[in-house]
C-alpha cells in the first residue's frame, strides 16, 4: 500500500484547510486511518482515526471540535477537514493505514505511512 497525502499550505490563524491521503490499493477499504503530524523538534502526535466504514471516528484533544476526519471508500481516500486553525497546528500531517479495521491513537497499530504534507498556519 502507497498512500500519498495533498492539500498542505500555508493558511492565517482562523482559517480552514483540507488535506487529502489516497491509497493506491483496494484494500484501502478494509482497514482503519489515522491522521498524525509532526512539529519540529516534536515527537509525531495522533490527530485523527477513522474505522474502515467511516462509522467510528477518534480525535486528540487538542483537534476536537476543529478538525473532521472522513473518508471515501469508493475513491480509496482519507480526507481531514481543519478549521479554526491555529500557530500551533503548524506541523508536517502523515496520514496512515492501520493493521485492523479500526483506528488507533498509537502509531504502532499503523504499518503503512504516507511521506506527510506540510501545513503552516501564520499568526
Known amino acids: 500500500v502507497q498512500l500519498q497525502a495533498s492539500g498542505g499550505g500555508l493558511v492565517q490563524a482562523g482559517g480552514s484547510l483540507k488535506i487529502s491521503c489516497v491509497a493506491s490499493?483496494?484494500?484501502?477499504?478494509?482497514?482503519?486511518m489515522g491522521w498524525f503530524r509532526q512539529a519540529p523538534g516534536k515527537e509525531r502526535e495522533f490527530v485523527a482515526a477513522?474505522?474502515?466504514?467511516?462509522?467510528?471516528?477518534s480525535y486528540a484533544d487538542s483537534v476536537k471540535g476543529r478538525f473532521t476526519i472522513s473518508r471515501d471508500n469508493a475513491k480509496s481516500t482519507v480526507y481531514l477537514q481543519m478549521n479554526s486553525l491555529k500557530p500551533e497546528d503548524t506541523a508536517v500531517y502523515y496520514c496512515?493505514?492501520?493493521?485492523?479495521?479500526?483506528?488507533?491513537?498509537?502509531?504502532?497499530?499503523?504499518?503503512?505511512w504516507g511521506r506527510g504534507t506540510l501545513v503552516t498556519v501564520s499568526s
Open positions: 477513522i474505522s474502515w466504514n467511516g462509522g467510528d471516528t
Open positions: 490499493r483496494r484494500m484501502f477499504g478494509n482497514n482503519g
Open positions: 496512515a493505514a492501520a493493521r485492523k479495521a479500526y483506528g488507533s491513537r498509537r502509531l504502532s497499530d499503523y504499518n503503512y
